[in-house]
């Protein structure tokens, strides 16, 4: 099921963005579908122009050997600023695609990384908190009576380092 999702995911994202990396194999009219495709996507953050910006900027590219998303948006940085005075809503929708969320994380590795804390507490906790524990847990009703806001100002009164000047 996860694998069916995250596939889901990964499909649509490659709809959106798939012709960034692909443009080669693509005839320009497929290019401008895409391109129209996406601004329809993100209408706040990508101009109609960004059609006819990424179909001139697909012609840069033909000559270069790297065609990944990265070196594009390196591409588009260098030059002073003209390549991304030119070209600002491509450099926009590589943006957005850099920054996408996606990712392959699982839970699982943090669950474990918290078992091995509470292992490790556990393993070191000594008399005296245990005694302290125990306490609490004895004299549970009188705990709930307790205002713990003038608990924490004394607290902190307490353990406060600042140095009046």
Known sequence: MELRKRWSA??????????LTEFESQTPEDLRKHAAHLV?????????????????????????????????SELLKTGGGIMLSTFPNVAIALRIYLTLPIND???????????????????????????????????????RELDCTELTDDFAHFKCRRRHL
């Open 105 to 143: 994380c699982e839970g699982e590795r943090s669950f474990s990384t918290l078992t091995r804390v509470k292992s490790h507490l556990r393993n070191t906790m000594g008399q005296e908190r245990l005694a302290a524990l125990s306490l609490l847990c004895i004299e549970s009703d009188v705990l």
């Open 40 to 72: 329809e996507f993100y209408p706040e953050d990508l101009e109609p122009s960004f059609v006819d910006e990424f179909v001139q900027f697909t012609g840069i590219l033909v000559a270069d050997d790297d065609k990944t998303i990265s070196h594009m």
């Open 10 to 19: 990964y499909t649509a994202v490659h709809r959106l963005f798939g012709f």
